[in-house]
T-cell receptor, first 114, second 115 residues
């Protein structure tokens, strides 16, 4: 199957700083990428949907100014957690797909804000 | 509105015995249904999917699931558990038949497999 790579796999940052997470489709061009958040022992919650070259669509309750999403190319989407605080600590997972085909997931990024 | 309920948060089986992970869904449309598996600190892998074709769906690693519209269920089964099956399993619904957009995840079922 297709490969989606997330970087970094884990990151620790100080409160108040910003963190960027990258999601790359390695062997296909993704028209749509999704960003999810997963709290410990809980399910995945969709944060936003991004289409290449356009603004991301955020789910209700997700702060767009807090979680900046950029989808500059068909193989790369980035999620930037701005002014991170401990409550932003979580596991963030992206998925990428072409049109309406299978969604392929990255391995996730564990963010810890101290 | 679409939703999915995984009836068991934890399931524990012995190696070599059958596995049953239960899932009920709610959808206003003809849904697409999926089962994904997640190993610790890893991304998700698609086990199988139902997209309005055959109601009995066979997936990878010996898993299968049956779509029962009358019961609004999509339970995941495997005849014989293997130690490597220990993981978190998610039942997922998409409101659009054949579609992967806007996936809605169940709470997950943690499967433990004992020797």
């Amino acid at each position: 199957g297709a490969v989606v790579s997330q970087h970094p796999s884990w990151v620790i940052c100080k409160s108040g700083t910003s963190v960027k997470i990258e999601c790359r489709s390695l062997d296909f061009q993704a028209t749509t990428m999704f960003w999810y958040r997963q709290f410990p022992k809980q399910s995945l919650m969709l944060m936003a949907t991004s289409n290449e070259g356009s603004k991301a669509t955020y789910e209700q309750g997700v702060e767009k100014d807090k979680f900046l999403i950029n989808h500059a190319s068909l193989t790369l989407s980035t999620l930037t957690v701005t002014s991170a605080h401990p409550e932003d600590s979580s596991f963030y997972i992206c998925s990428a797909q072409v049109a309406n085909t299978e969604a392929f997931f990255g391995q996730g990024t564990r963010l810890t804000v101290v | 509105a679409q939703s999915v309920t995984q009836l068991d948060s934890h399931v524990s089986v012995s190696e070599g015995t059958p596995v049953l992970l239960r899932c009920n869904y709610s959808s206003s449309y003809s849904p697409s249904l999926f089962w994904y598996v997640q190993h610790p600190n890893k991304g998700l892998q698609l086990l199988l999917k139902y997209t309005s074709a055959a109601t009995l769906v066979k997936g990878i690693n010996g898993f299968e699931a049956e779509f029962k519209k009358s019961e609004t269920s999509f339970h995941l089964t495997k005849p014989s558990a293997h130690m490597s099956d220990a993981a978190e399993y998610f039942c997922v619904v998409s409101p659009f038949s054949g579609g992967y957009n806007k996936l809605i995840f169940g709470a997950g079922t943690r499967l433990a497999v004992h020797p």
